[in-house]
């Protein structure tokens, strides 16, 4: 007998603990906090570093550029200046060519593979060629004598040869022209419907490592991220149609160009990354505090004052937790953040000094969306403290998850703060300091979850105060540079003692990391978070969709998570096959409802159940298993179940006298409209051998989660393929459909 257990059973788990970050709602229950263990005897390391208002960027860049709507180009000229920190004699200089990632779709970052996929369907006119794009470098000179330079192009690179060696302490100011093609797409450099995205549309300084004698020249990463820059002055001037709005980080300004055109300028020092996001449909909200001003970039094409409130209110959200990391790790120093809504549906991205986040709903509860405060985390760890993200991801995604999950752990959130990180405390044999490559399809499963737990046990030995003090010291030795896990690790020794750095290298650098057991969940802690979790992401999704017919589905699980009684009823066996696989149905479906911490009764017998149908069924949700024709519930109760189930449009007995079906329907209960009834059904005796595994560990997580559609009815032919349905889209579905397909 197949169970719901192993790896099918933690795919589930994570992809409820992954969709409950993107959907749960914040609890005002208290947060659990923790002693201090007793210190061990260190004296704090004074450092030798620059402090980092002392630090000034070593690149300064002067970028005039047009941006073309009609052919998607940017054609552009810049002029950057250099300064060679390092005691290496330095014969060239290299710039990364990321837009060269969209020359093929074999370069192309993965993550947005699906979403194209979904485009093409939805633009027919839309050719392969279309998806794609890249930079032509037109010249490169040496400012001060003007001679054309000598180049290397090869992935994604720029070498440019220097007309002589550039000694420690010395500038070199080149000027580069070129043309960049916007691809179609979902990609970080795209376009789609009314916006532009435009990260990596310009050559961008590599970072020199002194250790190695080399320059930084890796591709961009196909798997994940390789955002990884020295911080830079920026002067930039973008010519753009004037009906485009604009975002860019610093201090913006704009003035007329030629005719129907306009030029926006913008300047922005000891930035680590520069982006622009355009559209004419953009409106901008913003609030201005202690020298902070905070601007979100939205869509309202209807004026929606609903939306305009709840922007207002992201723009306080992101007010408290750009305080809090301020008040933790270290002062959020630039007078300017923004937030930038774009098309890309669930996925979230960081920049410096700005967010980009997909479109929010007028119903959107800003104290729920743990994503949005994730990314505002990344403004110290990945914009103020930078990182080598293609090789250690870890430091910048498993600190800022860390972060968002510190801030609602002090916000008094059960589901967000400290317990669920906790919770995530499976085995992986990965280790969390991990390359990409290495990471693979994984990186948050490694780098987030796994990530923000060794460090969470790093807070538990050290005690909430002695972590805060370090935490300060290392945004000390690394805002504005590029922090690395070796440099992690001589802090965490210099700070908190040499047994806490070791263990936390262990705990980073060896595969099958596991919290030490003394701050571990209990079983019993597991299943109550869990189930209390769960809770909250349904009726967090009841909540938004109020559209939905009290017969959809899931609705049955929601009413289990608030401890109304569940029964299943089994049909009699019209066959041996039958029997095993009703009996598989059902102990598939209890130990789904057991990893919930819900309580099902399951009966078998036809006489108990005709004599429960007025007493204790009455009372039960009921899920019933198998033919129609085979069990007692629905036999006694057919004429009800046929007037109920064609509430929802469902012909009940169309589809039960048609052979070779399967499925699920909801009605309200025959004897008791606060109680619903499931039917899990076939119409033949059995299920097909071919049929039986996938309808049986499917058929449950598809319709009772929330991770995917939301179904009144399902019917499918003896293949799998849909009959008939009625089915009401679920915009993070899509997010979800490898485990759902895997099921």
Same mark, same amino acid.
């Given at each position: 007998m197949t169970k +719901? ?5 933690l ?7 992954m ?5 749960? =709602?914040?609890l005002t229950?208290a947060?659990?906090t923790?002693?201090?263990?007793t210190?061990?005897s260190?004296?704090t390391?004074?450092?030798t570093?620059q402090t980092?208002e ?6 300064k860049?002067e ?5 073309d709507?009609d052919n998607?180009t940017i054609? =552009?000229?810049?002029?950057?200046t250099?300064? !060679?920190?390092s005691?290496?004699k330095l014969?060239?200089v290299?710039?990364?060519l ?5 020359r093929s779709?074999?370069?192309q ?7 194209? $996929?979904?485009l ?7 050719k392969?060629?279309d998806f +794609?794009g890249?930079?032509d ?5 040496d ?10 192009n ?10 002589k060696?550039?000694l420690?302490?010395e $500038?070199v ?6 043309k960049?093609k916007?691809p179609f ?7 789609q419907?009314?916006?532009i ?10 970072v020199?490592n ?6 930084n ?12 820059y020295?911080?830079? /002055?920026y ?5 753009v149609?004037?009906k485009?709005q604009?975002?860019?980080p610093g201090q913006m300004s704009?003035?007329?160009a030629e005719a129907?055109?306009?030029l926006?300028?913008t300047k ?6 520069f ?11 913003s609030?201005?505090?202690?020298g902070?001003t905070?601007e979100?970039?939205?869509y !309202?094409?209807?004026? /929606?004052?609903?939306?305009?409130a709840v922007?207002?209110?992201?723009i /306080?959200?992101?007010f408290?937790?750009?305080?809090f990391f301020?008040?933790k790790?270290?002062?959020?120093d ?10 890309v549906?669930?996925v979230?991205v960081?920049?410096?000094?700005m967010i980009?986040m997909g479109l929010?709903?007028?119903?959107a509860?800003? $104290?729920?969306?743990t994503?949005?405060v994730h990314e505002?985390?990344?403004?110290w760890?990945h ?11 870890f430091l910048d995604? =498993?600190f800022a998850?860390?972060?968002m999950?510190y801030f609602?752990?002090?916000?008094g959130?059960?589901?967000s703060g400290?317990?669920?990180?906790r919770?995530d405390?499976y ?10 490559h290495?990471?693979?399809?994984s ?7 796994? =990530?923000?737990?060794a460090i969470?046990?790093l807070?538990?030995m050290a005690?909430?105060e002695?972590f ?7 945004f000390n030795r690394y ?5 690395t896990v070796?440099?992690?690790l001589q802090t965490i ?7 806490i ?6 705990n ?5 990391f596991?919290l030490k ?7 019993a802690?597991?299943?109550?978070f869990m ?5 909250q992401m349904f009726?967090?999704?009841d909540?938004?969709?109020?559209q939905?017919p009290?017969?959809?589905i899931?609705? +049955?699980?929601?009413k289990?998570l608030?401890d ?5 009823v089994v049909g009699?066996p019209?066959?041996k ?12 479906l209890?130990s789904?409802?057991?990893s919930?911490g819900?309580k099902?009764?399951?009966i078998?017998?036809?006489q108990?159940?005709k004599?429960?149908l007025?007493t ?10 198998g033919?129609?024709k085979?069990?007692a519930?629905?036999?006694? +109760?057919q004429?009800?179940v046929i007037?109920?189930s064609a509430r ?9 006298n048609?052979p070779?079906l399967?499925g ?7 004897y008791?409209k606060e109680r619903m009834v499931?039917h899990y059904f076939?119409t033949? /005796? ?5 049929g039986a ?5 499917g058929?449950? #997580?598809k319709?009772l989660m929330v991770?995917?559609?939301?179904? #009144?009815?399902?019917v499918q032919?003896?293949d799998?393929?849909?009959?008939k349905?009625k089915k009401f889209?679920?915009?993070i ?11």
């Open positions: +719901l257990t192993g790896k099918k059973r795919q589930m788990v994570l992809a409820v603990a969709a409950f970050s993107l959907i749960a =709602g914040t229950n947060g659990t923790y002693a201090a263990p210190a061990e260190t004296s390391i004074k450092t570093f980092p002392q630090v000034q960027a070593h690149v860049y970028i005039d550029a047009k941006l709507t998607m054609t =552009g000229k810049q002029t950057v250099y300064r !060679n920190t005691s290496d014969n060239d290299v710039f990364h990321f837009a060269d990632a969209h779709k074999d370069t970052p993965q993550m947005f593979a699906r979403t194209n $996929e979904e093409t369907k939805q633009h027919p006119d839309k392969p060629a +794609l890249g930079i470098i037109t010249g490169v000179k400012s001060t004598s003007g001679r054309t330079l000598t180049t290397i090869e992935q994604q690179s720029l070498t440019v040869q220097l007309e060696p550039l420690k302490d $500038e100011t080149l000027v580069l022209t070129y960049t916007i797409g979902a990609q970080r450099l795209s376009y419907k009314d916006i995205n435009g990260a990596h549309w310009f050559p961008v300084m590599s020199y002194e250790q190695a004698h080399a320059w020249k890796v591709p961009y990463s196909t798997t994940f991220e390789s955002d990884y020295d911080v830079a /002055d002067n930039v001037r973008l010519n149609p004037d485009l604009l975002a860019m704009e003035q007329q129907g055109r306009k926006v300028s922005s020092d000891k930035t680590r990354e982006v622009f996001f355009s559209s004419e449909k953009y409106h901008k909200a609030k201005t505090k202690n902070l905070v979100y970039v939205y !309202n094409d209807n004026n /929606d004052p609903a939306k305009t922007i207002n209110q992201y /306080d959200r992101a408290q937790a750009i305080e301020s008040s790790f270290g002062k959020y630039y007078p300017d953040f923004r937030i930038v809504e774009s098309h549906e669930g979230a960081e920049f410096s000094r980009q929010v709903s007028s119903k509860v800003p $104290e729920n969306d994503a949005f505002i985390a990344h403004q760890f914009s103020i403290i930078g990182n080598n993200s293609e090789q250690e991801s995604e =498993g998850d860390f972060a999950t609602y752990n002090e916000q959130s059960k589901s400290f317990d669920s990180v919770f405390d085995p992986m044999d990965v280790a969390i300091n991990s390359d990409n290495h990471v693979g399809d990186p948050d499963a490694v780098y987030y979850k796994k =990530g923000r737990l969470y046990e807070y538990r005690g909430a002695r805060d003090t370090f935490m300060k010291e290392y805002a504005y540079r590029n922090a070796s440099g992690l020794e210099d700070q908190l003692g040499k047994s750095r070791d263990r936390m290298d262990a980073l650098n060896k595969p099958n596991e057991p003394e701050y571990q969940m209990s079983e802690e597991k299943q109550a189930k209390f979790s769960i809770k009726d967090s999704v909540e938004s969709n109020p939905l009290k017969e959809t899931y609705k +049955l699980m929601l289990a608030h109304e009684p569940l029964t299943i009699d019209a066959s096959e039958a029997k095993a696989q009703q009996n598989m149905l059902a102990a598939q209890q789904m409802f057991q919930f819900v099902a009764d399951v078998h017998n036809r108990t159940i004599k429960q007025e204790t069924l009455a009372k039960s949700n009921v899920i019933v298993i033919n129609a085979h069990n519930f629905t036999q006694a +109760l004429a009800s007037a109920n929802t449009g469902f012909d009940w007995k169309e589809t039960m048609k070779g399967q699920a329907y909801g009605l309200l209960h025959p008791n499931v076939w033949d /005796d059995h299920l097909s051998k071919e595994e996938p309808f049986m560990t058929i449950g #997580p319709t991770t995917n559609h939301y179904y #009144p009815f399902i032919k003896s799998g393929s849909i009959w349905q889209e679920n915009p579905a899509k997010l979800f459909e490898d485990s759902e397909d895997s099921n």
